[in-house]
């Protein structure tokens, strides 16, 4: 048996998922509503926050990480840390759980994984140098949503 690594499975301390934490009434929900329903909340608290430049992509039958990615700009550090903040409230009180959060303290780029959907927030100069949205739609799958 030597030389051989035996692989154990990672802690689990990722965030649950949104059909898992949503509660009683999202249950009884197909998955793909608890999606739609999801990404409409977050659409809607993005438009609230006055985030620009707002594009989703559909992810379904392209990745196993989730089923959709919302990309927004934030005009500064400040205005992406209150829109990552204000959506990961209103996460927190509609019942979809605990969403993982990476980038808040310098809110240059704050990634937002509820596991379903997935949220990027950037600076407009931070988002441009990185183009994750070219990455991710690459036959044009991602429709624009305009956010006023």
Request: proline share 4%; charged share 25%; aromatic share 4%.
């Amino acid at each position: 048996m030597r030389g051989l690594k035996r692989s154990f499975p990672l802690k689990s301390d990722a965030a649950p998922r949104a059909q898992e934490s949503a509660g009683p009434a999202a249950a009884s929900q197909d998955p793909q509503s608890r999606i739609d329903a999801l990404e409409d909340l977050i659409l809607t608290q993005l438009d609230d926050d006055q985030a620009q430049d707002v594009v989703v992509i559909d992810l379904k039958g392209k990745s196993s990480v989730a089923d959709g990615l919302i990309v927004a700009s934030g005009r500064s550090q400040r205005h992406v840390g209150a829109i990552a903040d204000h959506l990961l409230r209103t996460l927190k009180e509609r019942g979809y759980g605990r969403a993982r959060v990476e980038g808040l303290p310098h809110c240059d780029w704050v990634l937002i994984d509820t596991g379903d959907v997935i949220v990027h927030l950037f600076r407009p100069e931070v988002r441009s140098f990185y183009n994750i949205e070219k990455i991710w739609s690459v036959d044009a799958s991602g429709h624009a949503v305009a956010a006023s």
